[in-house]
């Protein structure tokens, strides 16, 4: 089972960039009113990326790129059932079902 995870945090990251954004506009305009005026970036203002923020990113944009089944093992199981071939042992699915639920309430 694939997950889509390429934009898990844009939103969030976006929504908590406006608020930080915001809180320093408020900070600086303390005593003064600015209502309605736009706030424009100086050229010293410079963003860094974490190392694990660049992994993160790298890792990212190598599943982007990837695809995310593996045809050729969907290939073997379709072949496999057709067949008759294709044998469940239902002790090891049992377990992994309950490994799963145990994983998700630990």
Not at 25 to 47: L, Q
């Amino acid at each position: 089972m694939a997950n889509d995870i390429t934009s898990i945090h844009s939103s969030r990251t976006q929504q908590s960039g406006t608020r930080q954004s915001q809180r320093l506009d408020d900070a600086g305009n303390k005593g003064t009113s600015n209502v309605g005026s736009n706030t424009t970036s100086s050229s010293a203002d410079r963003v860094s990326l974490t190392s694990t923020a660049a992994r993160l990113k790298d890792i990212e944009q190598r599943l982007a790129s990837q695809t995310p089944v593996d045809n050729s093992r969907v290939n073997q199981v379709k072949s496999a059932i057709n067949n008759g071939e294709y044998n469940v042992d239902a002790d090891r699915v049992a377990n992994k079902m309950i490994d799963l639920e145990n994983s998700l309430h630990s």
